[in-house]
């Protein structure tokens, strides 16, 4: 289900496109659909923005997550797939692993992320359950990816801040990889935790410095 107007969105034969708005409407009737599973990816405009966006964040990455696990457990919809962030765990000194649930957000954007991954681990009984935690994509379209706007500052000329002298560290994956990597999470049987993430590790001064030049 997705928000955007039919005629902007990829024509395939597999797919059939259903327009939902999450924050307003009830969920689209799945009746007579053969489902395998549930992928919700879904993200508000400008989530970063709070707290004019604390509102939508909320019906969208918790409340719709709810209504949409439930529905899957009434349906009988086996495996359900949802996109969180490393943001759950706010600043690691050490790597993260797949294996952390201590949630320690340092934004709302993370805090509701993490929220959404407790809904999973509770349905987790009832259905096979996959977080899917995303590391700093970037690409076409992902004018909200971190990133991104570091790439739109720098062009700009607009000033960055960051913490210490190097700021935080990023695994950058190019969105068509993440794409790939969701499509075989949807088509795999495996429940738990995943990181998607880039091969290499930047810190965010290193970043700036290489999309400078």
């Not at 689209?28 to 990816?41: C, N, R, S, Y």
């Not at 359900?80 to 050490?94: K, N, P, Q, R």
């Not at 692993?97 to 957000?105: A, H, I, M, Q, T």
């Not at 190097?166 to 495996?190: R, Y």
Request: aromatic residues 8%; proline residues 6%; contains cysteine.
């Amino acid at each position: 289900a997705c928000s955007q107007r039919p005629e902007k969105l990829p024509a395939d034969a597999n797919l059939r496109w259903l327009s939902w708005d999450a924050q307003r409407e009830s969920l689209p009737a799945v009746e007579g659909m053969d489902l395998d599973a549930v992928v919700h990816l879904a993200v508000p405009p400008k989530p970063f923005r709070f707290p004019q966006q604390a509102q939508a964040m909320y019906d969208v990455e918790v409340a719709a997550t709810f209504r949409l696990l439930q529905m899957a457990a009434d349906k009988g919809i086996r495996h359900f797939l949802a996109a969180s962030t490393g943001d759950v765990l706010g600043s690691c000194e050490d790597t993260a692993r797949e294996e952390d649930v201590s949630y320690k957000p340092d934004s709302f954007y993370g805090a509701m992320k993490a929220c959404c991954e407790l809904l999973l681990r509770a349905y987790s009984p009832n259905l096979r359950t996959a977080v899917l935690r995303f590391f700093h994509p970037y690409g076409p379209g992902g004018s909200q990816f971190l990133v991104n706007r570091m790439m739109d500052a720098v062009v700009n000329g607009k000033t960055v801040k960051i913490e210490g002298d190097e700021g935080i560290l990023l695994n950058p994956v190019w969105v068509e990889d993440l794409a790939e990597g969701v499509c075989l999470a949807a088509e795999s049987t495996e429940s738990g935790t995943f990181h998607f993430s880039g091969p290499e590790t930047f810190s965010l001064r290193a970043l700036l410095e290489i999309i400078g030049t």
